[in-house]
């Protein structure tokens, strides 16, 4: 059922899991429940809503969106700050599902998919794909900080440290380092520098697995995925590419 909506474009798999959780997914006027087969020939409603199944085959869309900071990656916010999603361009068919979130005030790259095969998958921790980061941190970073981060530092929710780490030019209060990190922890990148006694002032993403945020992007602005970076995404997924209309 969760692999069915998510491939319908509802979300991700991981999300689908949680409407379904949630009660609210029925079909054939029951509850749905994890792991339930479907066709897609059943009467299937999210929130009381039928969902109608297209007989054109959904063809799939990947963009990156540089985003600013000031926006949360949600599609609502209580607060009502600003979202990402009021930024993308308009589909007829399915809906655009985040490839990981970026904090409120973080930016950089960010991808966004219909495929929600494809999100599932690039999201999942056993994928181990790699994000990079340009950090600008506050204070004197010694070599023993530095070591520090390079090696496992404890965190509330286990253990991690930065793959790579390299020191990439500024001073002062200006001090800019590229790190790369293998996983998708919630804040895992400024954690680990306050771990070690720093502060982090500004975090840029450039880089989610094999794709890159080109310099001439401007903040807010998106970019349709073009056929190289749509290939490598779903190579680094181990997914075929999905047929064309």
């Not at 069915?4 to 029925?26: C, H, K, N, P, Y």
């Not at 253990?159 to 200006?174: K, M, T």
């Not at 800019?176 to 293998?182: D, E, F, G, L, N």
């Not at 771990?195 to 840029?204: E, K, Q, Y």
Request: include cysteine.
């Amino acid at each position: 059922m969760q692999k069915w909506l998510a491939g319908q474009g509802f979300g991700s798999r991981r999300g689908m899991e949680g409407w379904i959780a949630d009660g609210r997914v029925t079909v054939d006027g029951k509850i749905a429940t994890l792991g339930l087969k479907v066709t897609g020939q059943e009467q299937i409603k999210v929130d009381g809503r039928p969902v109608r199944v297209s007989r054109k085959p959904i063809r799939q869309k990947t963009l990156m969106y540089h985003k600013p900071p000031g926006e949360i990656c949600t599609r609502s916010d209580p607060q009502g700050r600003p979202t990402v999603f009021e930024q993308l361009p308009h589909l007829s068919q399915g809906r655009w599902i985040g490839i990981g979130r970026l904090d409120f005030t973080t930016s950089g790259l960010l991808l966004l998919t219909t495929d929600g095969t494809l999100a599932n998958v690039l999201m999942h921790p056993s994928s181990g794909l790699q994000r990079e980061y340009s950090v600008r941190v506050l204070g004197d970073v010694t070599d023993q900080a530095l070591r520090k981060l390079r090696s496992r530092i404890e965190l509330e929710d286990g253990p991690a440290c930065f793959d790579e780490l390299q020191f990439s030019g500024g001073e002062g209060s200006n001090r800019w380092y590229r790190v790369v990190v293998s996983e998708g922890r919630n804040r895992i990148v400024r954690r680990l520098w306050e771990a070690a006694g720093f502060r982090v002032s500004r975090l840029i993403r450039t880089r989610y697995g094999p794709v890159k945020l080109p310099r001439s992007l401007s903040a807010g602005k998106t970019r349709f995925l073009k056929v190289g970076e749509i290939e490598a995404l779903y190579a680094a997924g181990g997914l075929k590419l999905p047929a064309a209309e």
